[in-house]
C-alpha cells in the first residue's frame, strides 16, 4: 500500500500578515514495506508533513495518494486510513487514559469496530510485540516507567493493524538502553509485519543505523532524498541546514583526508570497524 | 571549604497500593558518598531509575535524606533553618523547559526568584539584566516564553537561576527534551558559566557527549554510585558502562570496537581527533 | 501556532491608556459601568457617549476589535430590545398586527440596548489596553486591605498568573492529544451529545494528568526558587502612581459626580426619551 505525495503545499495563515509556508512542493513516494528516515532541522515542517499522511491535516495544494487512490478524493474514508497509516507522536505517552494497559492498547482497536474478543486479542499481540511484560497488562498505564509507558502508547497504535508506522521522534527523552530497545522493536516489528516503516529522528547514527532510505527536509522544501550512503556524503550541505552526518562518517572522512585509503561514505559503526580492519590488513572477526 | 559533603546519604520511601496499604519500600539512593569541589564541572551518568535525580534533589533540600546527611557549603540540609540559604547557594535547572517558567514575560521570570527572597527592585533589575547577558538573552528579554525555542527557555530557566547568585547549578537532565541544537546551546552556556564564572556544575545527563569536558564523572547504579574518574578513565571502561544501561562517545566506541578487534589503539580516546590520530599513527607504525 | 493567539485581548500601542497604571483603568472601568445604571436621563447619556468615545480615541485602539466583543452578546441584546420593545405597558406609539410598541418599551428597549453595549465597550477598552498580568498586579493591590482579614490575596494573584502562563501551554496540549487521539481512530465529531461527551474521556483524562504532572514540576521550580508565599516578597515592577494616573482619577471622579448632578436636577426631554 504505497503512499505518494505530490506537489504538497501546507501554508499557516493564508492571506493574513503572518502567513508562514510550513511545506513547499514535496514530492516523494513510500513504497510497501520501506523503512524510511525524515530528518530535518526544528521547523523544517517534519511534523506538519506527517500528520498529512493519516489525513489529520489538510494541505493548502497538493495531493497524497493511498494505493493509488487520493486521499481527499469523495468517499474516502478518512477513518479507515488513520487504521491503515498508524501515527505515534512524540512522548506518546501523554495520550495514555484507560484504567489498564489492557484496555488503553484496546481503545484503537474498538474504534475500528471490532469485537472485544478480538480487540484483546489484537492488543496483548501488540504488547508482545512491543516488549511490555505481560505482568503490566492488568496494571494502571501510570504505575509504569517512563519507557513502558512509550512502549504502550505504541502498542496502542500497532493493534490497529497498520500498513505504514509513523514513529516522530520515538527515542526523545529516553536513555541510551531505552533508545536502544525501543529501535531494536520497530526493526523487528519492521521485519516480522513487513509494514513500512517512517521514522523522524533527530539522530543521525539511529537514522544510519536502522532505515534503508532518507527524505531531507529544510525549511519546509524537500532538500534531497536516497540511501544513508548518498545523503550522508553531502554532510558538508547538510550542515548549512542545521544537520550532520553520524559521527562515524566524520571520523572516516577525517582518516581519509590523512592519506587512508578508507570508504568515506560509510555511516554505521559496525561498517566502520570493519573498514578500518581491513585497511589495516587486520583479519576480519567473523 | 567543598561545596557539597555527602555522607552515607541514603533515600527510602515506602510505596502504597492504592487503599494506602504500604505494598512496599524502595532505595531511591544507597548509601552515598560524595564530595564535590568548588568551581568544578561535575557530571553524574546513570540509567533512569539509577536515582541520579533523587540524588540531585537533596542537593537544594527539596528532599532530605532518610539516612545519612548531605552539607552544602557546611550547611546540613537537615536544619530547616539553613533551608533558604542552601536553595540560594544551590540552584536547580529542570528537565521540562515549560514547567519551571513562571513569568509570562522572560525579564520577569528571571526575577522571580529575587523577588522571593526580598531583594530591593533596583538590585533585581541588576541582577536580571547580568543574568540575562551572562545566558545571552538580553535580546529576548521582553518575549513571551511561549515563542522561545527549548534551548532558550533552558538559557531563560538558568539565568532565573543565576538571579540568585548561586555557587552552585544543579541541572537535572537540562537537555533531554531538546535538539541537538538546544542542547548545544545549552551545555556551552553551562561550560561557560563554569568556566568564566566559576560557578560549581552539576551536570545529571544520559548524553554521553556533554560529559566530555567534565573534570569528573560519576556513574550511578540502583541508587550507588558505581564507577567515578576523569572523564577518560569512565569512557574506556565501554563494556562496563553497557552494564549500566549507558552509552560512550562514539570516537570511543570505535576505539573499542577496533581494540577488540586487534588492533592497539590506546585506552582513554574520546574524540574523533584523537582516535583518528591514534589509527594513522598506528598505521605509519605498521 | 496555538501558542501565538494573544490571551485576553490586549492589543499593543503607544497609547495614553496603555501607559496607565492597571488600578486606574480597573477602577476608572468599575465607577463607569456602575454609572450606566444610575441615571435614565438623555444627557447623561450623552455624557457617558462623550466619556467613552474620548476613551475609545485615546486608547488608539483600531474600532473594530471594541465591536468585536459585541459579537458575544448580540443575542442578549436582541432578546432584551424584543422584550422591552413589545412588552412594556404604558402610551402606545405604533401597531403591528397584535403587537404594540409603547413609548415606554421603546425608551426602556433603547436605554437597555446602550447600557449594554456601552458595558461591552467599556470593560473592552480596559481588556484592550491592560495587559492579563498588569490586572493580576492592578487587583492584587486593589485588594490587598483582604489580606488582614486573612483573605489569601497573594495567593489567588499567583494562581491567576500561572493560570494565564500556562492556559495557551494547555491549548496546544489539548490540540496534541485530540490528534494523538484521532489518530487512533477516534470520532470526536458525529454522535449525540451523550456519545459526544464519553468521547471527551480520552482527550481530558491525559489533559489532567498533564496538568497535574505540570502543577508538581512547577511547584518543585519554584521552591528551587526560594518561593514560600507572599511574605518578605518585593516586587520588580511594582506598581505606583503618577500623574497621569491621578489625572485620570479626577476626570472620573468628575464625570460621576456631573452624571449624578444632571441625573437628578436638570430634566430634558427630547421626544419622548
Known amino acids: 500500500m504505497p503512499i505518494e505525495i505530490r506537489n504538497l503545499n501546507y501554508t499557516y495563515g493564508a492571506g493574513t500578515c503572518f502567513e508562514a509556508h510550513a511545506l513547499q512542493n514535496i514530492s516523494f513516494t513510500i513504497p510497501d514495506g520501506q523503512f524510511l528516515g525524515i530528518i530535518g532541522h526544528t521547523g523544517s515542517g517534519k511534523s506538519t508533513l506527517i500528520q498529512h499522511l493519516n489525513g489529520l491535516v489538510k494541505p493548502s495544494s497538493g495531493d497524497i495518494l493511498y494505493n493509488g487512490v487520493s486521499i481527499y478524493s469523495e468517499n474516502f474514508s478518512m477513518r479507515e486510513l488513520r487504521q491503515n497509516v498508524g501515527l505515534v507522536f512524540q512522548y506518546p505517552e501523554h495520550q495514555l487514559f484507560e484504567e489498564s494497559v489492557l484496555k488503553d492498547v484496546c481503545f484503537g482497536p474498538k474504534n475500528q469496530g471490532l469485537s472485544p474478543a478480538e480487540c484483546e486479542e489484537r492488543a496483548r499481540e501488540a504488547l508482545l510485540l512491543s516488549g511490555v511484560p505481560q505482568e503490566f497488562y492488568d496494571s494502571s498505564p501510570f504505575e509504569l516507567s517512563g519507557g513502558q509507558k512509550r512502549r504502550v502508547a505504541i502498542a496502542g497504535v500497532i493493534a490497529m493493524h497498520p500498513k505504514v508506522l509513523i514513529l516522530d521522534e520515538p527515542t526523545a527523552g529516553l536513555d541510551p538502553s531505552g533508545r536502544d530497545e525501543i529501535l531494536g522493536q520497530i526493526r523487528d516489528l519492521h521485519q516480522k509485519t513487513g509494514m513500512a516503516v517512517v521514522l523522524v529522528s533527530h539522530s543521525m547514527e539511529d537514522v544510519a543505523e536502522y532505515v534503508e532510505r532518507i527524505v531531507v527536509l529544510s525549511d519546509g522544501v524537500l532538500f534531497c532524498e536516497g540511501t544513508p550512503r548518498e545523503v550522508f556524503r553531502r554532510y558538508r550541505e547538510l550542515e548549512n541546514l542545521g544537520l550532520a552526518a553520524p559521527q562515524v562518517t566524520y571520523i572516516m572522512h577525517a582518516l581519509r583526508d590523512r592519506g587512508l585509503p578508507v570508504d568515506p561514505d560509510i555511516t554505521t559503526m559496525e561498517e566502520a570497524t570493519d573498514e578500518i580492519c581491513r585497511v589495516m590488513g587486520v583479519e576480519d572477526a567473523s | ?286 | 501556532m496555538l501558542r501565538d493567539i494573544t490571551l485576553g485581548q490586549y492589543y499593543p500601542a503607544a497609547g495614553l491608556l496603555h501607559r496607565l497604571d492597571p488600578r486606574v483603568k480597573i477602577v476608572c472601568t468599575l465607577i463607569y459601568l456602575v454609572s450606566l445604571f444610575l441615571f435614565n436621563n438623555i444627557i447623561c447619556y450623552a455624557a457617558a457617549t462623550a466619556f467613552l468615545i474620548a476613551v475609545i480615541l485615546l486608547s488608539r485602539v483600531p474600532i473594530h476589535f471594541m465591536v468585536k466583543g459585541m459579537k458575544a452578546i448580540v443575542v442578549l441584546l436582541l432578546i432584551t430590545v424584543v422584550f422591552n420593545l413589545f412588552l412594556t405597558q404604558g402610551t402606545p406609539l405604533v401597531h403591528f398586527w397584535k403587537l404594540t410598541i409603547t413609548e415606554q418599551g421603546l425608551r426602556t428597549a433603547a436605554f437597555m440596548a446602550i447600557r449594554l453595549m456601552y458595558l461591552i465597550i467599556g470593560a473592552s477598552v480596559m481588556t484592550l489596553t491592560t495587559t492579563p498580568n498588569a490586572l493580576t498586579d492592578g487587583l492584587e493591590e486593589l485588594l490587598k486591605p483582604l489580606s488582614k482579614i486573612k483573605v489569601p490575596v497573594h495567593e489567588i494573584a499567583m494562581m491567576m498568573s500561572i493560570a494565564l502562563r500556562f492556559i495557551p501551554i494547555l491549548m496546544e496540549e489539548t490540540d496534541k492529544i485530540m490528534k494523538a487521539q484521532m489518530a487512533r481512530g477516534a470520532d470526536l465529531e458525529s454522535g449525540n451529545i451523550f456519545q459526544r461527551a464519553r468521547a471527551m474521556v480520552p482527550i481530558l483524562v491525559p489533559l489532567f494528568i498533564s496538568a497535574f504532572r505540570r502543577a508538581n514540576d512547577l511547584a518543585m521550580a519554584m521552591e528551587a526558587r526560594c518561593y514560600h508565599g507572599g511574605d518578605g516578597r518585593t516586587k520588580m515592577k511594582p506598581l505606583s502612581y503618577r500623574c497621569a494616573d491621578y489625572t485620570a482619577y479626577a476626570v472620573t471622579a468628575a464625570y460621576l459626580a456631573a452624571v449624578i448632578t444632571i441625573g437628578n436636577t436638570v430634566h430634558f426631554h427630547l421626544w419622548i426619551f
Open chain 2, 1 to 286: 571549604m567543598e561545596m557539597i559533603h555527602a555522607d552515607k546519604l541514603s533515600y527510602h520511601y515506602k510505596i502504597h497500593d492504592e487503599e494506602g496499604r504500604v505494598t512496599g519500600s524502595k532505595t531511591a539512593v544507597d548509601s552515598v558518598d560524595l564530595d564535590i569541589a568548588t568551581g568544578d564541572f561535575i557530571a553524574v551518568l546513570g540509567h533512569n531509575g539509577s536515582g541520579k535525580s533523587t540524588l540531585a534533589k537533596h542537593i537544594n533540600a527539596i528532599l532530605l535524606p532518610t539516612g545519612g546527611s548531605i552539607w552544602i557549603r557546611g550547611m546540613d540540609t537537615k536544619d530547616m533553618a539553613n533551608l533558604w540559604e542552601i536553595r540560594q547557594t544551590a540552584g536547580m535547572v529542570f528537565q521540562n523547559p515549560d514547567n519551571q517558567i513562571i513569568g509570562t514575560v522572560v525579564e520577569e521570570d528571571v526575577g522571580f526568584g529575587p523577588e522571593n527572597i526580598g531583594i530591593p527592585t533596583k538590585e533585581i533589575w541588576r541582577r536580571v539584566d547580568e543574568s540575562l547577558k551572562s545566558v545571552e538573552m538580553t535580546k529576548y528579554r521582553h518575549a513571551s516564553p511561549n515563542k522561545l525555542s527549548g534551548g532558550q527557555k533552558q538559557r531563560v530557566a538558568i539565568a532565573g537561576v543565576l538571579a540568585m547568585r548561586p555557587r552552585c547549578i544543579v541541572l537535572d537532565e537540562p537537555t533531554a527534551m531538546l535538539d541537538p541544537a538546544g542542547r548545544r546551546e545549552v551545555i556551552d552556556t553551562v561550560k561557560r558559566l563554569n568556566k568564566d564564572e566559576g560557578i560549581t556544575v552539576i551536570l545529571i545527563t544520559h548524553y554521553m557527549d556533554e560529559v566530555i569536558s567534565a573534570d569528573k564523572v560519576f556513574v550511578m547504579d540502583k541508587g550507588r554510585i558505581v564507577m567515578h574518574g576523569t572523564p577518560r578513565e569512565i569512557f574506556s571502561q565501554v563494556e562496563m558502562l553497557a552494564g549500566y544501561g549507558l552509552d560512550v562517545p562514539q570516537a570511543a566506541k570505535l576505539a573499542h570496537e577496533l581494540r577488540k578487534r586487534g588492533l592497539d589503539i590506546p585506552a582513554g580516546i574520546l574524540t574523533k581527533d584523537e582516535l583518528v590520530e591514534a589509527v594513522c599513527r598506528l598505521k605509519s607504525g605498521i
